[in-house]
């Protein structure tokens, strides 16, 4: 494998970016490629077959496009496909899992609320974590019906979206939860909305840094690191509306970042 290979990611659409963003932070010297499925989004109403469908189709195109390690940059995925993915393809995969262990190792009030897709709360792996850590906790589970679709439409700032989600962390607030988990890659784009909403204590995670940190250990592991001291380039494709996608990874303020619309 090539050290200069770029680190492919791939999301339902341009939410992942959230999860792209800490990885090229962290790892300035890495070239990446990133597929914005937007026009499958949402994943989170999809059946697993779907998921694992549209999974499969992602990840060969990031191998067709040389990518070195694969980062799954969304829930739905990881959860209803990782194990898939694995034991199918020969490259490095790193998955994405809402962050409920350092949510409910934390937590004093002993709730927290966990905002997902259908997709991630319904999966196996999501029962699995919880049952593993926290079974002693009470956590409020809410699927983000709608949130997705109107981040894919450019609209994460818009009056809609803050009656939307007024409605949706109602429950949470009943409950009093002190940790909010972030379950889906779209959302971490919320959290200044979140932040008016919720009180000052509650405390809102999402997985990016860790899933960076992750991706470091892997490619020390397989020293897939680039050391070529080139200055690194970054691709970002749509299969749909490139424009919104532009506009989350500043695309204009970054000559290294290049994004375009892409048949896939
Ligand atoms: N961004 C995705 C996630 O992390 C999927 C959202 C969706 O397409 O429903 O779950």
């Not at 090539?2 to 939410?15: K, L, R, W, Y």
């Not at 999809?46 to 969304?74: D, F, H, Q, W, Y």
């Not at 937590?107 to 974590?129: R, Y």
């Amino acid at each position: 494998m090539n050290n200069t290979a770029p680190i492919g990611f791939f999301d339902s659409g341009v939410g992942g970016t959230s999860i792209w963003k800490e990885v090229v932070q962290l790892l300035p010297n890495e070239n990446s490629i990133y597929l914005a499925d937007s026009r499958n989004a949402p994943y989170g109403e999809k059946s697993p077959n779907e998921i694992i469908a549209l999974s499969r189709k992602n990840t060969e195109k990031l191998i067709e496009m040389g990518a070195k390690l694969i980062v799954v940059a969304c829930n739905t995925a990881t959860t209803n496909a990782i194990d898939f993915l694995r034991s199918s393809y020969p490259v490095p995969f790193i998955g994405i899992e809402p962050a409920l262990k350092p949510a409910a190792t934390n937590s004093i009030g002993k709730s927290i609320g966990i905002l997902a897709t259908k997709g991630t709360l319904s999966s196996e792996l999501f029962a699995k974590t919880s049952g593993l850590y926290a079974s002693n906790i009470h956590i409020i589970e809410v699927v983000g019906e709608g949130l997705v679709k109107l981040i894919e439409e450019g609209k994460k700032d818009s009056s809609e979206m803050e009656t939307l989600l007024r409605n949706l962390l109602a429950p949470m607030l009943k409950a009093e939860i002190d940790y909010l988990v972030l379950g889906c890659s779209h959302y971490p784009y919320l959290t200044p909305k979140l932040k008016e909403i919720l009180p000052e204590s509650v405390k809102i995670i999402d997985s990016g840094e860790a899933v960076a940190r992750q991706t470091k250990r892997i490619l020390e592991k397989f020293d897939l690191f680039n050391i070529s001291g080139q200055v690194s380039k970054h691709k970002l494709f749509s299969n749909s509306n490139s424009e919104v996608l532009a506009n989350l990874v500043g695309e204009a303020l970054n000559p290294s970042i290049e994004v375009s619309y892409l048949e896939f």
